[in-house]
């Protein structure tokens, strides 16, 4: 059984950064890619960022090109968000997911099987 946990959400200036980091349990973590999304309340889940299971493919959704970076320590089995420039419509709990096959990767939330809690970022203006 594959765990994943977030840390490192909080609240933010507008203006401001905060990296996220997940953590997963498992020894297939570096064979899989690995998503980060978000879900504002009221919205549909959406996805956020992706990299590849070796890091050297990365995917952004196109409201955080340029603002945001991911990136994986595969000798941690950790995935991390790093988040600058945050804007108030940054705001909403922040999931870490595990593509459903591995060496494939994907930007819709079906293709991935394994979800974290979340953590809750939140951006005052």
């Known amino acids: 059984q594959v765990q994943l946990v977030e840390s490192g959400g909080g609240l933010v200036q507008a203006g401001g950064s905060l990296r996220l980091s997940c953590a997963a349990s498992g020894r297939t973590f570096s064979s899989y890619a690995m998503g980060w999304f978000r879900q504002a309340p009221g919205k549909e889940r959406e996805f956020v960022a992706a990299i590849s299971w070796s890091g050297g493919r990365t995917y952004y959704a196109d409201p955080v090109k340029g603002r945001f970076t991911i990136s994986r320590d595969n000798a941690k089995n950790t995935v991390y968000l790093q988040m600058s420039s945050l804007k108030p419509e940054d705001t909403a709990p922040y999931y870490c997911?595990?593509?459903?096959?591995?060496?494939?990767?994907?930007?819709?939330?079906?293709?991935?099987?394994?979800w974290g809690q979340g953590t809750q970022v939140t951006v005052s203006s």
């Open positions: 997911a595990r593509n459903r096959v591995a060496g494939a990767i994907g930007v819709k939330a079906r293709e991935y099987e394994y």
